[in-house]
Structure formats: structure tokens, C-alpha cells
């Protein structure tokens, strides 16, 4: 099977930090003067200010320095690390069976190759900024942003003004309030983990052994994604949703059920239909009670239940927040006030063909920021692109979605048979079907809104031309050859 490509990322280039040596003595009777310590130079006014140290910044980042290469650029992240990948948390570097390696996250790419979660870009310390040289000012957190100074005052009371500015602080994962410690439940801040970032992942598989026991709370991409990925550490796992089957929000009924038993066939103990509602510190780890009844005493918890955009400098900023969708609210070119672009999980964005949209995935975070970097530097281009996301949950299920893929539209499956090389047209399936090869078209009346290609690669490009397009659609057969579903990878 051909796999969904991933920009290459080799190691980080480390930038060498070399101390000043004091003078060495002349005789024992000399005096020897203690030198003065220099403050570090620190930036005042920058050209391009990109807040967050992520994809989208990143992204951002490339496109500016591509128009205009002696640009002075800093970044602001709150982490304490360099710009990374965020997918190989939740995917690739729980496959690698070199513990020694997947601790200094190297992970096996899907053709072999060695490779890390951290950019390549080089980014120096603030005190070497330069034309054309980006600076990281990292573990350092924005406090106020004022766009008609166009300055922003850090944590601390540190005033750097701009010229351009990108929002892309991306989010924070939403907890269930069960699981937030309180003085009964002190053991809750140790068990149960937010699964967002390095810190977490470093934690998690430090503590995961074989008798340890998992349970992973939600269903979706990520949940369901970290529920099989825990099962490569030996561990018990359960996982706990309230929709019927995995994915519930995502795939057709018959598919999210047929992916359930996929999971459970690789050794998840799923709880579908079911809601976490107290929990007790035990001495053997978390109980916890279901609406079901059922209890379980587990070692950690790993809660995947979405994301909550950062929007908290929305207010001293002025910016609008959209009420349903979260995210602050832009137009076309991603610009939310005068010389200030959001992208990423935090844009909320007009799409000229399905309407005003929030997006959480990496394709969009590399997108969207491309596109608010040109724009910082003078272009004018509208936002258009359909962002894609995939998901690989074992050796059975790999598939690439874009647009609106939401299970609340009717859908038209067609299935392909590698045995006979035909095909099927299924809109409700029967049961115990077999789901190789396929597509799903997800649909608003007689227009294709949302593709899903099921164990089939690389046909994102021809999906998005079909959501672009917008024609009304009654052969779909005639409309699946067009992605060749019967390709054997």
C-alpha cells in the first residue's frame, strides 16, 4: 500500500551554546578582575512576531523568508523545545520496538526511514537574531496583545512591538470534570494525562509496562488512535466513548461499528455507549464508574474528549470569538485585525465553498500558515484550500478524509472486492462484510461534500477537485472510478 507522505523531517540541527572563558591567570600574584555578566540582548521591535512555536508558525515561517529571505522573524513558544510534529505523539513513536530511540523520539516513517518529530529549520537564540536568521524565544507565554500598538507585553511585563504579526497559539485538550483532582482524588494529577505534547508522551511511556493497566477515554481520531497504539506496550487497555462505535462522529454507522471490531480484535476492551462518572483514589491505582455501573481499577488515564482553541488573548487583543465553533473569527486572507493573521486550530475561517469551518489537523496547520506567511509579506490570496487528515489504526485500517466528513450526512460507500475485482455501491451494508478497499462520499443532496478513501492512497488531490467542483452527482460508480479503488498497493 502507497501510505500518506509526510514532509521529511531529519534531526534538529543542535546549535552548540559555547561559554565565555575567563582570561587565564598570569602568575599566582596577579589580580584577577571578575568579569561583568552582559545582559542578553534582548528585542524591542521585531519585523514578523509568530506566536506559538508549532506547525502552523513553522509553515508561516518558510513562506515569508521564501518571499522576502533577509526577514527578521522571531518566535514565541511556550514549550521548552524547538518546533515539532505533534501526529508521531499518538501514531509512529509508540510502533518503534527501540525504546532507547523512540525516548529521543526517532521514529520509523512508513518506508523505513529514520526520522525525528523536530523541523529542521534552524532557529538562534534571540540575542542572534538577524536578517534572515529566525530567533525561537522559547518557555515563555504571551500575556496581551494590543493590535492597534501593535505590540505584545510577555509574561513578566517584556514589551516587543511588530510589524506583521501571526497568531498560532493552537490549543489546549478539554478534561472531563471527573477527572479533575480535587482533595478527595489528589491520585487524579499523577493518573491522568492530557495527551498534547512531548512532556506527556516522555511521561507516559516512561511509566507503561506490561501490567500496566490503560484507559483511554474518547473515541475519536486521537482516542482511538491511542488505544491501539497502547496495546503495542503490552498493556491492558480499555477504552470508553459515548457514541456507538469508534469514530461515531466520523464514519457511517456500519464502518465506525466495523472499526470497533477491528480494535477489539487487536486487543482493546472498547465500552462503547458508555460515560465516565466518578472516580476514587485506590491503593492499586483510579477506580472508576461508568453510567453503565461498571467499574475498573486502572494505572492511568488517558483523556482524548477534543481540543479547546487558545483564545485567551482574545480579549485584551479585541478579537472576535466565534461562540460555536471557538477560534478566533478571520476572513478570507486569515487576517482577524490590520497586520494580525491566525492559523491553525485557532482560525476560525470563512471556506468560499462549505461555508465558515474550524479545522484541528496538521494538513491545515501547514496550509493555513503558509498562506498567512504570504500574505503577511503583501499577498492577497484568499483561503481555499480543503485540508486533509488520516488516521491509521494497525494493519487493517489506514484512510485519508477531507472536507466535511461528519456522520450526520448520508453517505454512499462503494467497496471494492480484491478476490473478484468488483465493486459494490453501499449505503447501509450488510453485516460481517469485509471493508478492504473503498470510498466514502459524504453528501449535502446530490453534491459531494466530504471524501474518505478507505486502505487506498494518495487520491486526496482528485477528492479535493471533486468537493472544489460542485456538481451534482447521481452515477456513483462512474464517479469512484476516477480514484481507482481497485489498485492493488
Known amino acids: 500500500e502507497e501510505a500518506p507522505v509526510v514532509e521529511e523531517a531529519p534531526v534538529v540541527e543542535e546549535i552548540p551554546v559555547v561559554d565565555e572563558a575567563p582570561e587565564k591567570e598570569e602568575s599566582v600574584a596577579a589580580v584577577v578582575e571578575v568579569p561583568v555578566a552582559k545582559e542578553p540582548i534582548k528585542v524591542e521591535d521585531v519585523q514578523y512576531l509568530l506566536i506559538g512555536a508549532g506547525t502552523a508558525s513553522v509553515s508561516a515561517m518558510r513562506a515569508i523568508l521564501k518571499a522576502d529571505p533577509q526577514a527578521q522573524i522571531l518566535m514565541i513558544g511556550a514549550e521548552p523545545h524547538p518546533p515539532y510534529m505533534r501526529p508521531p505523539l499518538s501514531k509512529e513513536l509508540w510502533f518503534n520496538e527501540d525504546k532507547v530511540e523512540s525516548s529521543q523520539l526517532l521514529f520509523n516513517d512508513w518506508s523505513g526511514n529514520k526520522r525525528t518529530v523536530f523541523y529542521p529549520d534552524k532557529l538562534v537564540d534571540e540575542s542572534e537574531l538577524a536578517p534572515g536568521t529566525p530567533a525561537l524565544l522559547k518557555g515563555v507565554r504571551v500575556a496581551k496583545l494590543d493590535p492597534t500598538k501593535q505590540t505584545v507585553t510577555l509574561e513578566g511585563g517584556r514589551e516587543i512591538k511588530y510589524g506583521k504579526c501571526l497568531l498560532a497559539p493552537g490549543g489546549e485538550p478539554k478534561n472531563l470534570a471527573a477527572l479533575e483532582p480535587t482533595d478527595s482524588t489528589p491520585c487524579l494529577s499523577s493518573r491522568v494525562h492530557m495527551f498534547r505534547n512531548i512532556a506527556q508522551y516522555q511521561q507516559l511511556s516512561r511509566e507503561l509496562d506490561s501490567a500496566a493497566k490503560v484507559l483511554v477515554i ?69 477506580e472508576v464508574t461508568f453510567t453503565s455501573g461498571e467499574k475498573l481499577v486502572v494505572d492511568h488515564i488517558l483523556v482524548a474528549v477534543g481540543l479547546q482553541p487558545s483564545t485567551d488573548l482574545g480579549d485584551s487583543a479585541g478579537l472576535e470569538v466565534h461562540k460555536e465553533m471557538g477560534g478566533y473569527v478571520v476572513n478570507a486572507e486569515l487576517e482577524a485585525r490590520s497586520n494580525l493573521f491566525v492559523a491553525g486550530d ?78 459494490d455501491i453501499k449505503t447501509e451494508p450488510a453485516a460481517g462484510e469485509k471493508y478492504e478497499q473503498g470510498i466514502v462520499f459524504y453528501m449535502d443532496k446530490s453534491k459531494v461534500v466530504g471524501v474518505l478513501t478507505w486502505n487506498i492512497f494518495g487520491k486526496i488531490p482528485i477528492a479535493r477537485q471533486v468537493i472544489a467542483d460542485g456538481h451534482e452527482h447521481q452515477d456513483f460508480g462512474k464517479l469512484a472510478k476516477q480514484f481507482d479503488i481497485h489498485t492493488k498497493e
Open 218 to 286: 474518547g473515541g475519536g481520531f486521537v482516542g482511538s488512535e491511542l488505544a491501539y497504539a497502547m496495546t503495542r506496550t503490552g498493556a491492558t487497555v480499555y477504552q470508553s466513548f459515548p457514541e456507538a462505535g469508534n469514530m461515531g462522529r466520523v464514519l457511517p454507522k456500519y464502518l465506525s461499528n466495523w472499526t470497533t471490531r477491528q480494535l477489539e480484535q487487536a486487543g482493546v476492551n472498547v465500552r462503547p455507549e458508555s460515560k465516565l462518572m466518578t472516580t476514587e483514589c485506590k491503593d492499586a491505582g483510579v
Open 346 to 423: 485557532a482560525a476560525c475561517f470563512y471556506d468560499p465553498v462549505l461555508g465558515r469551518r474550524r479545522v484541528e489537523h496538521h494538513d491545515h496547520a501547514v496550509v493555513s500558515g503558509k498562506l498567512a506567511g504570504e500574505n503577511m509579506v503583501g499577498g492577497s490570496k484568499p483561503y481555499h484550500h480543503q485540508s486533509m487528515f488520516w488516521s491509521d489504526l494497525g494493519p487493517n485500517v489506514g484512510y485519508e478524509a477531507i472536507g466535511l466528513v461528519d456522520s450526520s450526512l448520508p453517505t454512499v460507500g462503494i467497496w471494492a472486492h480484491k478476490e473478484t475485482e468488483g465493486s
